[in-house]
């Protein structure tokens, strides 16, 4: 369990304080994917590495398993980084060094035999399927493989958890989804407990169980994904959710509501059903159907007006469907 | 030729003078390099943005090398006599030559290497970091091990510094081409054995540029 308590995160050196981090009270639970999902600038990387304290939090504590990181002597801190795995978006992998060896590279600073340590980074390689490239150099492997290679070595020396600093944000859309779909097959058959960092709210649908939002440097909401995703409370976590061309949503005029869908509903037919019992014509502004935690979510926006406003609302509550007003 | 020129070289002096010049320069470097090497690396990591920033000992560090290199060679070999004449027991002959192109060398070579060691990136810095490595691994497998390509230029350069150094040193106690330049075909008038000398010293920088070049790229498995 990784418990962040008041943290605290100021840039004093250049003369000028930068906050990065305020108040940050977070727990994340063992075996669950968390994502921590904000705007560029928000703080989300500085968190991530407050956790393995690649960065020092000026102030609050970092509780890994009840053991305060800050506390520890460098040396017994060297030894924990042991067991929290790290991927980057820049993969981050030795040049000079081959797969093999770079995978072989955390188990030599653990101490590992050379021929254990070959063996161990084979197995990996085979997990992560790119067990005929052990000889290949970075240089030679696509975006999607090196990350590939990058997991497999932050997974060697066995860590119970693994950080990933918006490890797709540099692969096309096929690719981030099959390293999002290696990472929840390693938290399900390895049970490490993944925490996400990402601008990207497709990654925290793909694979989180849980999200933190993060905003302004200070956590604008935490909640179940699903949850997050239905009832955002947070100003940043609804511009999270919703299209990013969102001019056209606040240039209409009528009343606009926000349609949720999960589970069944999402394969009926409800609008049609809507303007057929109603008869009032409505204008779909945003329609979206996504799968989060395996549970098919769908969420639409509509634009009614004044005069049928009514009419929609209560067809709306008579069938059970939720919605927003949308500001 | 000149008579002279047929001279020099059935005694052998030229053949001599090739020798000692190469030998002189690849010592000299070597020595160096053990200790600039790792000056080099302290003043990389000591840096405000280094892995381990000691800001007292990378300005007292950057303040020696800076005075020493902005010494003008010759200069430095004069002044540098007596400390040879300590260290070697003799301020004449190669011995002697050989501790002041070092002394020379060091701080040239240190900043070579501090701005190859610079070029790593820090991600995967940061990466060896969050795998738990410590200062001394960070040098020893990340630090050295990627910048080995630019290193192994570095050195080239080095060599080529060096060995003009080494020319330069013969004006007051060195041997070698340089020597044989100054004595044979300066002050006895034969230009035909300066330019002997300095065709054999471009050979000699070119065969240690293009070896150094392939050994570089050779080494160098980022994509080319």
Redesign the interface.
Known sequence: MIELRGLEKIYRDTGEDIVALQDINLTIEDGEIFGIIGLSGAGKSTLVRCI?L?EKPTSGQVLLDGKDLMSLPKKE??????N???I?Q?????????VLGNVC??L???GVKSGDAKKRARELLALVGLEDRQNS????LSGGQKQRV?IARALA?NPKYL?CDEATSALDPNTTRSILELLKEINRTLGVTIIVITHEMRVIDAICDRVAVIDQSRIAEVGNVSEVFAHPKSAIARELILPSDRVTIEEAHGRKLRILFSGEETRLPVLSQLILDTGCPVNVLFADTKETEGLLQGQMILEVSPEFDTKVVSWLEGHGISYEEEV | MSEMFHKLWDAGLIQLGIWETIYMTFLSTIIAYLFGLPLGVILHITSPGGIHPIRWLNNTLGFVVNFFRSIPFIILLVALLPVANLIVGTSLGNRAMVVMLVIAAIPYVARMVESSIREVDAGVIEAAHSMGANDFEIVTKVLIPEAKPSLIIGAVISLVTILSYSAMSSVIAGTGLGQIAIIYGHQRSNPDITWVCVFLTVIIVQVIQEAGTFLARKTDKRAK
């Not at chain 1, 801190?77 to 042991?82: G, K």
């Not at chain 1, 820049?90 to 081959?98: D, K, M, P």
């Open positions: 393995n690649l801190l060297l030894r924990i980084r042991q929290i795995g790290m980057f820049g993969f981050n992998l030795l040049e000079q060094r081959n590279f955390p030599e600073i653990a150099y970075p240089s030679q990058a020396t950080l």
